[in-house]
Nanobody, 123 residues
Framework: QVQLVESGGGLVQAGGSLRLSCSAS????????MGWYRQAPGKQRELVAT???????NYADSVQGRFTISKDNAKNTVYLQMSSLKPEDTAVYYC?????????????????WGQGTQVTVSS
C-alpha cells in the first residue's frame, strides 16, 4: 500500500516562511512528476507548483518568485519552500506524486495524493 505523508504546515505571520514535505512509502518502482496543490475555503483546488522527473519546474503566477519546489528521489520526497507568505496563501496544501506501482500484478504509473496540511497566514 503506497502512502503519501505530508508535514510542515502551520500558522505563520505574513512575510514569514514555511517548508512543506511529502514523503511516499510502500512498494514504488518509479517516480514521474510531483507537485503541490492547494484549496482555500469555498474555492476549487488549484495548482501551486510541479516538478518533472527531469527537474523542470512550473509555478502558479501567484507564487512565482516566492515558492520553490524541490525533490529528493532517493527519499521519494517532494518539498515546497514558501517564503514571503501572504494571507491569501492560506489553504490546505496537498502533495501529488505520480508513482509506478504494482496493483493486482499490473505495473503502471498512478496518481497519489497526500492527506493535506493546513497553512494559515495571519495578517
Amino acid at each position: 500500500q503506497v502512502q503519501l505523508v505530508e508535514s510542515g504546515g502551520g500558522l505563520v505571520q505574513a512575510g514569514g516562511s514555511l517548508r512543506l514535505s511529502c514523503s511516499a512509502s510502500g512498494s514504488i518502482f518509479g517516480i514521474n512528476n510531483m507537485g503541490w496543490y492547494r484549496q482555500a475555503p469555498g474555492k476549487q483546488r488549484e495548482l501551486v507548483a510541479t516538478i518533472t522527473s527531469g527537474g523542470s519546474t512550473n509555478y502558479a503566477d501567484s507564487v512565482q518568485g516566492r515558492f520553490t519546489i524541490s525533490k529528493d528521489n532517493a527519499k521519494n520526497t517532494v518539498y515546497l519552500q514558501m517564503s514571503s507568505l501572504k494571507p491569501e496563501d492560506t489553504a490546505v496544501y496537498y502533495c501529488n506524486q505520480v508513482l509506478r506501482t504494482d496493483v493486482g500484478g499490473t505495473l503502471a504509473f498512478r496518481n497519489y495524493w497526500g492527506q493535506g496540511t493546513q497553512v494559515t497566514v495571519s495578517s
